[in-house]
């Protein structure tokens, strides 16, 4: 019996049970925001932006990504809810042109642990990129090329966000 993402992309197919836990082949982790491409291949939403600015093409099958798929990503979960949590519980947020956007969940734990470090910066892979965190002057940059400095925040899980990782509510 052929797996989910095995077979081609098909509105009647059967989707991932929310109990199934999916690996990305891009970056080897559970999948975050399981996205399902036309092909049938799924990855995380991040890494499906990822490859989608890179090469435009499935990263499995080379099947080309069609261009406004990522305003439109066929999630296969919907996204958390993030509007009720402990008033202790916080997650990273960066600051795009329309608002602010949450990182996506293993995203802000990894931000955060370095965080709780105090150390004055660190080098993390967001999207198929090296970027640098900077606390001190709270933002984050390409640490290889060129793009805009983003600011980042550090705010309560309920704070106002317009999206996760590019994904909008």
């Not at 996204?79 to 795009?96: A, C, I, K, Q, R």
Request: overall charge negative; some cysteine.
């Amino acid at each position: 019996m052929a797996s989910s993402i095995e077979k081609e992309f098909d509105e009647t197919a059967e989707q991932p049970s929310k109990d199934e836990t999916l690996e990305c082949p891009i970056c080897l982790q559970t999948c975050l925001q399981p996205t399902l491409l036309p092909c049938g291949h799924v990855f995380c939403f991040l890494c499906t932006k990822g490859i989608a600015f890179q090469s435009k093409k499935c990263a499995m099958c080379r099947q080309e990504i069609p261009r406004d798929y990522l305003e439109k990503p066929k999630l296969l979960q919907p996204l958390p809810d993030t509007t009720t949590s402990l008033e202790d519980e916080y997650d990273w947020f960066y600051e795009g042109r329309d608002g602010w956007w949450k990182y996506d969940e293993r995203t802000s734990a990894e931000i955060e642990s370095a965080y709780l470090t105090e150390i004055p910066s660190f080098d993390i892979l967001i999207c198929g990129e090296l970027y640098v965190i900077d606390f001190q002057n709270n933002v984050q940059h390409r640490k290889y090329g060129y793009g805009r400095k983003r600011t980042i925040k550090r705010d309560k899980k309920s704070a106002h966000a317009i999206g996760i990782a590019g994904c909008r509510f």
